[in-house]
C-alpha cells in the first residue's frame, strides 16, 4: 500500500527500486505455505501495480552461493520469486573484479547475456557486447599473446598445454581464428 500510495503522489515516475525486497515481506507466524507459494504472493502484488501504473519496479534480492548453469536457479528463494516476476536481471561477478555478466530473462524481452565492463571513475557499468562473444575474444586474444610472446610456431596441442586448455576445443578455436583471418 505505501509503495501505490508513493506512486499517486508521483505519477511521473517510472522506475521504482527496493533495496531490497526482504524490505516488504510481511512477517509471518504459523502458515503452513510452501517456499514457493509465499515466494509467489510477494511478488505478484507488485507485478500487478507495475501493470496498472505503468511504472517498472525493481526488487533487489541476493544470489546463492551455489553455482547453477540457469541464472533463475542462482537467486536467493524459490522459483516462485522469479515465476511472478515479468522480467529478471541476474548480476553475476567474482569478488573485487570490475568485470560482470548480466543475464536478462522476461516474458517481453529478447534473453540475452551480456558481459559489462565497471567503469571507477564514472560509477557506471559498460556494456562490452554478448557475454559468449566476449568470452571467445578473450581466448582469442590469450592464443595470439601467447604467439607474440614466443614469436615461434606452435601446435595446437602445445598452445592447449601451455594454455591449460582442451586440446579439441584450441583446435576449433585456431580453425575459427584461421577462418576469420
Known sequence: EA??????????ARLIIVDTLKMLRAIRAGQNKNVYDLDYEDVSPLTELTTRYCVALAPVTHTRKAIADDPLATVSGSYGL??????????????????ATLSVIGRDVEEQELAL???PDIFTWRVLGEAGEVRRSDEREQVLALLRETGELMAPSEIADYLDKVP???RTLLFKMRERG
Open 117 to 119: 565492463q565497471f567503469e
Open 82 to 99: 522469479t515465476g511472478a516476476a515479468d522480467g529478471v536481471l541476474v548480476l553475476a561477478r567474482k569478488r573485487n573484479s570490475t568485470t
Open 168 to 170: 579439441v576445443s584450441t
Open 3 to 12: 509503495i501505490e500510495e508513493w506512486i499517486k503522489r508521483h505519477p511521473e
